[in-house]
């Protein structure tokens, strides 16, 4: 028998493995420099609404009064995480510090979820730079995720964190510590005096933890913090909030050269309000009859929507942006192009000739339905679009819960048969600024339902809208128990439809262009250069060591 030792296989480790190891040595960074590496503009685009993705479930768990880091907050956001996909974060939110080294392929995902975060962070920082309230909006998210992610590690990765980032923090000794110690007692709150007396404590000048000093989380003596190591992270958290704001301010001083790309200014500029969510593909066996509108329009449609509809009807006009926004909405639901040009010609004919409106009018219908001009399907709004859009006097285009002021949202809300508490209700989120909370609640009432719903898009409203009254008609008939709720059942014609609204809010921009004429100024409007050519610029790198922010 043959008693030689055998060699161990050795595990090739990749140039380009080794070199993320030296780049992103912690799930958890500071984001002090910009990113050195050339990347493709697809994947520009890719991290950037990766990153955005994450920063919403971070808002919509905060819309939903959910205790910052509670384990029911804690809890929402990993279901979501996982319910959308996003691994990546995941893992940086739930594993600490480090994976451990010798599982490489475990290791070698966390290195790549590592860049992914640590890129995502500065792409979004040129798109958040331009405006205070979208500097206030990125901040609170960012440093959400960041505590997230930091509140995952255990004392030696904190440690580890401390050294990688130069922080000259150190535990106080026995004897200071012995020194403080019934201060230190009165002031941890839910520990035992033995749990108290294990943990490391910290003293720092009270201006860095304010907050903890406005909640009473720390010992104050002498101008200085004792703060214990479960709170540490609001000291390092003010170290975030430094880099941040200071990178948004030189994000800021470049933006007018970054924008000179025109790739990037469109990507950049219409990132905050582009659709994140599910895509809701509309079947080619879709078909909602425009003879059911009028009653869709009072069980089923977002208030946005049906004031949009009741307005139409009322007036026999809407405005080019209300008519964008309810055009596409009525596609995303089922209207065939046959339908959508027969409905709006028996409405707008109601005062004016049928010649103008085939003239200027119609063509903008086909062009919504990838017809004419430049045959893109083009996105029913989302709801973070419809809020964002510049409402003239006159228009009922955008958001009610936002553009209408209390009095006159309240006369809509009776108007629609609520009650006077719901009334209230439904007001008081809107006048909070939870536009989205307001429209759930509504949702609610009208529907007479506890079911909770998240509301991100009009048109996952209506589907959302009839599925519950599927459930409802099959309940009654079925003598037997009911039946569980298929995700796309529908009832009547609708009941089997597969639904999706081509969802892309980047593809709104060339809309706006779109003149309220004839054919032959959309046709002019519409001119692109040819698509090789913009194909290829489009793979062309981009460079990251110039954006120093």
Request: glycine fraction near 4%; proline fraction near 3%.
């Amino acid at each position: 028998m043959d008693f030689r030792r055998k060699s161990k296989a050795r595990v090739e480790r990749k140039p380009e493995y080794e070199n993320l190891e030296q780049k992103y040595k912690h799930n958890v960074l500071l984001y002090r420099m910009p990113p050195t590496e050339d990347i493709k503009i697809h994947e520009f685009e890719d991290l950037a609404l990766e990153r955005l993705k994450v920063l919403r479930i971070l808002e919509q768990a905060q819309a939903k009064s959910l205790r910052f880091l509670s384990d029911d907050w804690k809890e929402y956001v990993h279901d979501e995480l996982s319910r959308e996909g996003l691994k990546g974060y995941l893992r940086l939110c739930t594993n600490g510090g480090n994976t451990a080294a010798n599982n490489a392929s475990k290791h070698e995902f966390e290195l790549q979820a590592r860049r992914r975060d640590y890129i995502s962070h500065f792409i979004l920082r040129l798109a958040y730079c331009r405006t205070q309230e979208l500097k206030s909006w990125f901040i609170a998210r960012e440093m959400e995720l960041f505590k997230y992610k930091f509140s995952a590690m255990t004392p030696a990765e904190i440690k580890q964190f401390l050294d990688l980032h130069n922080l000259n923090y150190v535990p106080l000794s026995a004897e200071q510590k012995n020194a403080v110690k019934d201060g230190l007692i009165e002031s941890t709150v839910g520990q035992s005096v033995a749990k108290i007396e294990m943990l490391d404590f910290y003293k720092v000048p009270f201006t860095q933890v304010l907050d903890l000093v406005r909640s009473r989380r720390c010992y104050l003596k002498d101008g200085q913090a004792y703060v214990n190591t479960h709170d540490f992270i609001s000291i390092v958290g003010t170290k975030q909030l430094e880099e941040i704001e200071h990178g948004l301010k030189s994000a800021q001083r470049l933006i007018r050269e970054v924008e000179t790309d025109e790739r990037l200014f469109t990507l950049l500029k219409s990132l905050h309000t582009s659709y994140t969510g599910k895509d809701y593909t509309v079947g080619k066996d879709v078909k909602v009859p425009i003879e059911s509108i009028d009653q869709l329009s009072k069980k089923s449609f977002p208030l946005c929507m049906r004031l949009c509809h009741e307005h139409l009807r009322t007036n026999h006009h809407l405005k080019y942006d209300g008519r964008m926004q309810y055009g596409l909405f009525l596609k995303g639901i089922g209207v065939t192009l046959e339908d959508a040009i027969r409905f709006w010609r028996e409405e707008l004919t109601k005062k004016m000739d049928p010649e103008k409106f085939a003239k200027s009018y119609q063509y903008n219908i086909e062009h919504n339905y990838g017809k004419k001009g430049s045959l893109k399907d083009y996105a029913p709004y989302s709801c973070a679009k419809v809020i964002q859009e510049n409402v003239v006097q006159g228009s009922v285009n955008g958001c009610p819960f936002k553009y209408y002021d209390q009095s006159t949202l309240k006369q809509k809300l009776a108007a629609a048969g609520l009650g006077t508490a719901h009334i209230q209700d439904v007001a008081g989120l809107a006048a909070k600024h939870h536009y989205q909370l307001a429209c759930a609640k509504y949702f609610q009432v009208t529907h007479d339902t506890n079911v909770e719903v998240a509301i991100n898009h009009p048109n996952h409203y209506y589907l959302q809208s009839q599925e519950l009254m599927g459930n409802r008609v099959e309940k009654k008939s079925h003598a037997g128990p009911p039946r569980k709720s298929t995700k796309g059942n529908v009832s009547g014609s609708q009941s089997t439809q597969d639904y999706s609204v081509y969802m892309n809010a980047d593809d709104d921009d060339e809309l706006w262009n779109i003149a309220d004429d004839t054919q032959k100024t959309f046709e002019s409007s519409t001119q692109k250069p040819a698509a090789k050519s913009t194909d290829i610029a489009w793979e062309d790198d981009l460079d990251l060591t110039a954006i120093d922010c």
